[in-house]
């Protein structure tokens, strides 16, 4: 600390101590104003990528095909599925859960079209549909079909006929997606071009516009959740009964996150006061360092709520985490008082508190930025709720800073010095253990090292990102439950959409019949519809069996809306939709599959046989509006020449591998079926999330290459030694590839949480060494002895160190009181690395300061 600042900070803290903590206690108090508004995020949008073109897509398409969000409700009956009283119970259900507000409509064994029991004609469909509702239906011919068509099967009743579907369809929400496309368009060209000023005022109102929209929808989708709910549990006498769907995820992440903040902080404030009295035995020593965490926790929430900045899953971690590491920055400065005292009782009470903030503050300063650099780096991930907790963590952990050193000392220096208490204890033992170890055994201690860091670094490169989403809950929570029940039963749980584009240099023809030659019919039709061949003659004759009516209506006109020129409903597209739904379904991955294929099936089975182009445009025209916005409409733009097909895959499948599967169904469709590389998209959720897994591995790259270089530039500049930046290093990196290197060893992916263990480790950990090698500096200019300075250090600022990795290890694990898995293996993992840093920190350190002698040798 210069002189100036110093005499700035002695003034302040000496001559207006109780100025400064009304300062801070009216600051803490106007932040805690702005808590009322305080919001939680748990949107979509947390899955996906920052600057995903993928997720553009996915909503272009959503919008296009109006496909938007949908909830499922398992419904499994006491009594038998088709008796009376199952279907009467279930019709009461539906009938409530279509009276919710926002759901759309309601896809069902008794709301959807039944086209085999029996087999009609579309004529006869077209004049009425039949449903399991309808009068004379054969119950039993119906079971069949939603157990075999190609339309149901695998998607509205189980395969052992106990267990059926509720598909809730929510309408597309075209506003959200048009004001979260013209801010995203906006971002990107700031971030490509720049912004006019017309252009950034025009940015700011969009993204506070569409934040307060975004803030209204997931409050509705909340309270639709809430309300299914309560229906759902009015029938759970008479059946058993899950709630599915991504607007039902959110809802409870948002309960977790929640339910997180309040265990997590609850739990932590308990600890840090048994540790307090634990430790120090002094009520000033409990109180004062509790006010610090709690104070810097409403502050930075308070500044949090002001600027509407949400929390996340992710960053529901911030309150414990903030109020273990704030508590670790002023349990350094309470044992360097303590010390203080004890060694000079006869300081005033100035002396003591501007001597332990002078001594203090460099190493706590350099502490707190390796910690930060560690935060800071996380803004590379690329994804936004870890982008977010990167920036909290950043802003807490330097007000926390700030408030350590302004709120302690001037307690103190309002408060009576006392008699000092620091009389030894048993953690300086313990301490003194180590670094007897480290120069008894060093070499031992160095070996073991290097063989942890060769069974480590095999381990990494073990190491996945592919994991199961499901396996984010525990067994018993209803969104494990209803996701393994679909998943298993009912077509799979994940979304996936294939969109097959027409070639660009393929011609729009006028008919079916134009576009294939009859020698390149790959239906097998030698004689398709044409203007110059016998098939016109007897196209009506053709017809009236298997389709029952004139396609054309009386007059002999092509009815409105009839389509003869689509790239993909004709004989040609239609196979090549098949070819890839046919391969999709025998991946054992796969579930449920949907095209237009589909509906080719349908139109097979009711002709008796293959149809020719004429056939299918007049099956497309005679369609009821109905079963064309079922079958057509879901699958077939003809305006963008394209087509989607759609699936859903299992979670729960063991061969599943996102990554792997999408680049199998790309190389099939380009190698297999013959399409161009440009034909095939893919989108849903499926693909952004596997984009954001296999973000990860880049993001660990270059989340840890920012930390070790940001952390070797404060080493350099605080001790001017390249040896002891390297050294203090290396302890920590061991730490964190012991913990990758486990994961990789048993099998635990990565994910957005412990994506950030590495770099916390390797930020928090070297917070040690910082302490560590600044005390030995010290000692070792008094001694001017290498070994009695590793043991002065031990009992010194090794206490400290003990007592800090002691509440950082409790703290993270802490953190299994989570009902988020990844939120408990985030707290196990960063427990066993901090419990390996610090083990480091006490043996290896030393060991490499004493073979290395960085500081001079004095022999």
């Known amino acids: 600390m210069s002189e100036h600042l110093k005499s700035i900070y002695r003034r302040l803290i000496t001559n207006h101590a109780k100025w400064v903590l009304a300062g801070l206690v009216a600051l803490t108090a106007v932040a805690a104003l702005g808590l009322p508004n305080f919001k939680l995020d748990a949107s979509a949008d947390s899955l996906t990528l920052e600057s995903d073109n993928s997720l553009d897509f996915f909503r272009q398409v959503n919008q296009r095909y109006q496909s938007g969000d949908f909830l499922v409700v398992t419904y499994t009956p006491e009594a038998p599925m088709f008796s009376d009283a199952s279907l009467e119970t279930l019709q009461k259900l539906q009938n409530e859960l279509a009276a919710v507000d926002g759901v759309s409509g309601i896809n069902s064994i008794l709301s959807v079209p ?36 190609p339309i149901y099967r695998d998607t509205l009743l189980s395969s052992d006929g106990q267990t059926t579907a509720l598909q809730l369809s929510l309408a597309v929400n075209n506003q959200y997606i048009e004001m979260v496309r013209a801010r995203d368009a906006l971002r990107m060209k700031r971030q490509q071009e720049g912004l006019s000023s017309e252009e950034t005022e025009r940015l700011a109102t969009i993204s506070a516009e569409f934040l307060a929209y975004r803030t209204k929808v997931q409050a ?3 309270q639709r959740v809430e309300t299914i709910r309560q229906i759902l549990t009015r029938y759970q006498s008479q059946a058993q009964v899950f709630l599915g769907g991504v607007s039902m995820i959110t809802a409870d992440m948002i309960d977790f996150i929640r339910s997180d903040l309040v265990v997590f902080g609850g739990a932590i404030v308990v ?93 706590c300063l350099y502490t707190a930025l390796t910690t930060i650099v560690a935060f800071v780096s996380l803004v590379v991930s690329d994804i936004r709720p870890v982008i977010d907790f990167g920036w909290m963590m ?25 008699e000092p208490k620091d009389k030894g204890d048993k953690s300086a033992a313990t301490t003194l253990r180590f670094s007897r170890i480290a120069e008894k055994h060093g070499t031992a201690v160095v070996i073991a090292a290097l063989v942890a860091a060769g069974v480590s670094g095999y381990g990494i490169t073990q190491l996945k990102v592919e994991n199961r989403f499901i396996d984010y ?12 029940l679909i998943d298993r039963q009912l077509g799979g749980t994940v979304s996936l959409d294939i969109v097959l584009n027409a070639p660009e240099n393929q011609p729009q023809a006028s008919s079916a019949a134009e576009a294939v030659p009859a020698e390149e019919d790959e239906f097998g039709f030698d004689e398709p519809f044409s203007a110059d061949n016998s098939a016109s003659n007897s196209a009506s004759d053709s017809f009236d069996d298997p389709f029952g009516g004139d396609p054309f209506g009386a007059e002999g006109s092509e009815p409105a809306g009839a389509q003869s020129d689509s790239p993909w409903f004709n004989p040609v597209g239609l196979q090549t939709i098949g070819e890839i739904h046919q391969y999709l379904e025998s991946l054992p991955e796969v579930g449920k599959v949907q095209s237009l294929y589909t509906l080719y099936q349908v139109t097979e089975d009711i002709n008796g046989g293959a149809l ?56 099939f469709a380009i190698d297999d079926v013959g399409l161009a590389s440009e034909q095939v998209q893919f989108t849903g959720m499926l693909v952004l999330y596997n984009n954001m897994l296999q973000s990860l591995f880049t993001s660990q790259i270059v989340t840890l290459g920012a930390v070790f270089l940001g952390i070797m530039l404060m080493f350099l500049v605080l001790f001017r030694s390249l040896t002891i930046a390297i050294i203090s290093l290396l302890p920590n990196l061991l730490a964190a590839s012991v913990v990758l290197g486990g994961m990789g060893l048993y099998g635990i992916p990565l994910d957005m949480m412990t994506i950030t263990i590495a770099a916390i480790t390797v930020g928090v950990g070297v917070d040690h060494a910082i302490h560590y090698l600044y005390r030995f500096r010290l000692e070792l200019a008094e001694t001017h002895n290498y070994v009695e300075a590793m043991h002065n250090s031990h009992a010194s600022i090794g206490r400290a160190m003990y007592y800090t990795a002691v509440i950082i290890i409790v703290g993270f694990l802490i953190l299994t009181l989570s009902e988020f898995i990844p939120s408990i293996y985030f707290g196990v993992l960063t427990a066993l690395a901090m419990f390996a840093a610090i083990l480091g920190s006490l043996t290896l350190l030393p060991k490499l300061v004493l073979m290395t002698k960085p500081f001079g040798r004095f022999d």
């Open 114 to 149: 039944l086209l085999y029991s029996p087999m009609r004609s579309l004529a006869e469909q077209q004049k009425s549909t039949r449903t399991l509702l309808t009068p004379g239906v054969n119950k039993e011919q119906a079971r069949d079909e939603f157990l075999n068509s």
């Open 473 to 484: 809950f525990h067994k018993d929570t209803e969104i494990y439950q209803g996701m393994s």
């Open 394 to 418: 950043t802003i807490g952990l330097s007000y926390a800073l700030i408030l350590a050193f302004l709120l302690l000392p001037a307690s103190l220096m309002v408060l009576p010095k006392g």
């Open 612 to 667: 020719n182009n004429f056939e299918l445009t007049v099956v497309r025209n005679m369609l009821s509006d109905d079963i064309r916005d079922f079958l057509v409409a879901p699958y077939l733009s003809d305006s963008d020449g394209q087509t989607r097909i759609t699936l859903r895959v299992k979670e729960t499948s063991p061969d599943l591998k996102r990554s792997e599967l999408v680049e199998k169904i790309r190389n």
């Open 220 to 222: 509705q989708d909340h």
């Open 271 to 363: 600890f840090i006061i048994l540790m307090l009295a634990l430790i120090f035995r002094q009520w000033r020593f409990v109180i004062l360092p509790l006010a610090v965490c709690i104070m810097s926790v409403v502050s930075v929430l308070g500044l949090l709520s002001w600027v509407d900045w949400r929390l996340t899953v992710i960053s529901s971690n911030f309150v414990a985490l903030l109020l273990i590491m704030t508590l670790a920055i002023t349990i350094h400065l309470v044992v360097r008082y303590r010390e203080l005292h004890a060694r000079h009782s006869e300081w005033s009470q100035e002396q003591l508190v501007m001597a332990t903030a002078s001594q203090m503050i460099k190493p």
